[in-house]
């Protein structure tokens, strides 16, 4: 009798186990589908691309960013987002991607864009410091220019403009004021190299070669043009 007891008891625990692991693994299944219906249906944000098709019903706006001090100059500048939000699968995607700059001189009040249109986007925005004027302490040494990467146009035909595109590579003094496109029909930038007798190389891809172009920041024109030895 009591051996039937014990049977029952350790039945009725064992039941009880099975029915409390169905609840949690219920209870999972539902926060596991709950979580993926979030993610398919929230709002997913990228950065470096502008949409170009038609075909979507897209939200454009624009805003300037923060102010930021040019080293070696008193003129301070801001990046111009382009926002887009459009339907993406359940959900929805906002892109943001910098246009444009505006400059602003304390000095002399007066306020000026870095490119005559908003179009397309800037990838990358590189300061070339003055390394001439370092003393090997650490300090933040004077701008004299920036080099930029640019994508204005949709080259693949993907409906978007982005980094697969082909690209371009401009130059500006410090101040923005003189901005000028000096490489068409990029691939990749692939950096530049320290500034020395107010000359900088530029380092990009193009036709499946690497290429060098000298560059005087004076001028804004290009010395000289190469490429580098084929891979071994």
Do not use: H
Not at 90 to 117: H, M
Not at 176 to 199: A, C, E, M, P, W
């Amino acid at each position: 009798m009591k051996s039937r007891q014990v049977f029952t008891y350790i039945w009725r625990i064992n039941a009880v186990i099975i029915l409390l692991m169905g609840i949690l693994a219920s209870a999972s299944f539902a926060a596991t589908v709950w979580g993926l219906f979030r993610q398919a249906t929230r709002t997913q944000e990228v950065s470096n691309v502008v949409n170009v098709s038609t075909n979507d019903e897209v939200k454009v706006k624009t805003t300037i960013g923060t102010f930021g001090q040019i080293s070696g100059t008193d003129i301070i500048k801001a990046p111009l987002y382009l926002i887009q939000e459009y339907d993406y699968r359940a959900g929805s995607k906002e892109s943001s991607s910098i246009q444009n700059y505006i400059f602003y001189d304390p000095t002399k009040k007066v306020s000026y864009w870095l490119r005559p249109k908003s179009e397309g986007l800037l990838l990358s925005t590189i300061a070339l410091p003055d390394l001439t004027e370092s003393t090997g302490k650490e300090q933040q040494l004077p701008t004299v220019g920036y080099v930029y990467l640019v994508a204005d146009k949709d080259t693949n035909n993907d409906k978007r403009i982005n980094d697969e595109d082909q690209k371009s590579i401009a130059i500006s003094d410090p101040s923005g004021l003189r901005f000028k496109v000096l490489i068409n029909q990029v691939d990749r930038f692939n950096g530049t190299s320290t500034i020395k007798n107010n000359r900088v190389s530029i380092l990009y891809q193009s036709e499946n070669k690497l290429k060098v172009a000298e560059v005087d920041l004076r001028s804004q024109e290009i010395l000289s043009n190469s490429e580098f030895s084929n891979q071994p």
